[in-house]
T-cell receptor, first 113, second 115 residues
Framework: AQSVTQLGSHVSVSEGALVLLRCNYS??????LFWYVQYPNQGLQLLLK??????LVKGINGFEAEFKKSETSFHLTKPSAHMSDAAEYFC???????????FGKGTRLSVIA | KAGVTQTPRYLIKTRGQQVTLSCSPI?????VSWYQQTPGQGLQFLFE???????NKGNFPGRFSGRQFSNSRSEMNVSTLELGDSALYLC??????????????FGAGTRLSVL
């Protein structure tokens, strides 16, 4: 069975500092991996996706993530945090084919001025 | 292209009642999935419909049901509501070509409060 572990339910960074949100996954087959962001009272917005192409994936709003098979990780990074990045971030995994997404518990990112 | 549309955005019901939520997918998408989001359990998969047939099902009781219409719009029904059903219900749609790569697009959700 697939699973996702997000280390840290809450991460706080200063404006302009590096953002690093951690995600480890478990899957019996090569997975598809996703990061979604959720702002208060909104749905999930797709930030980026890994679907077996390049291992370094660039997404929207300056975010990127690197798929590391040996570490079963898909950590999300952004070089410089902005106040508007404050939100909840979810890592998700699925198997190729018509399978549902399995989500991590989420990481709430706070950005301090 | 319009995104995934969910109605209503907010609902307040009392225990024992039933509720119906609606979801219109992105134009051309035939797959619609439903997820429940709660602070305790996080995001959990309810079910997926494709071309009016349930294709996948999560681990929820039979009080949770759904259907899909020929225009791909989907409804989710919860009968005999319990306090624990209070949650944000999210609908997602995706394309069904291989190039779609299982990418799901979410609506804004329906927040259900059970009193």
């Amino acid at each position: 069975a697939q699973s996702v572990t997000q280390l840290g339910s809450h991460v706080s960074v200063s404006e302009g500092a590096l953002v690093l949100l951690r995600c480890n996954y478990s899957s019996s087959v090569p997975p598809y991996l996703f990061w979604y962001v959720q702002y208060p009272n909104q749905g999930l917005q797709l930030l980026l996706k890994y679907t077996s192409a390049a291992t370094l994936v660039k997404g929207i709003n300056g975010f990127e993530a690197e798929f590391k098979k040996s570490e079963t990780s898909f950590h999300l990074t952004k070089p410089s945090a902005h106040m508007s990045d404050a939100a909840e971030y979810f890592c998700a995994v699925s198997e190729p084919g018509n399978t549902p997404l399995v989500f991590g518990k989420g990481t709430r990112l706070s950005v301090i001025a | 292209k319009a995104g995934v549309t969910q109605t209503p955005r907010y609902l307040i019901k009392t225990r024992g009642q039933q509720v119906t939520l609606s979801c219109s997918p992105i134009s051309g998408h035939r797959s619609v999935s439903w997820y429940q989001q709660t602070p305790g359990q996080g995001l959990q998969f309810l079910f997926e419909y494709f071309s009016e047939t349930q294709r996948n099902k999560g681990n929820f009781p039979g009080r949770f049901s759904g259907r899909q219409f020929s225009n791909s719009r989907s409804e989710m029904n919860v009968s005999t509501l319990e306090l624990g059903d209070s949650a944000l219900y999210l609908c997602a749609s995706r394309g069904d070509s291989p190039i779609a790569k299982n990418i799901q697009y979410f609506g804004a959700g329906t927040r259900l409060s059970v009193l």
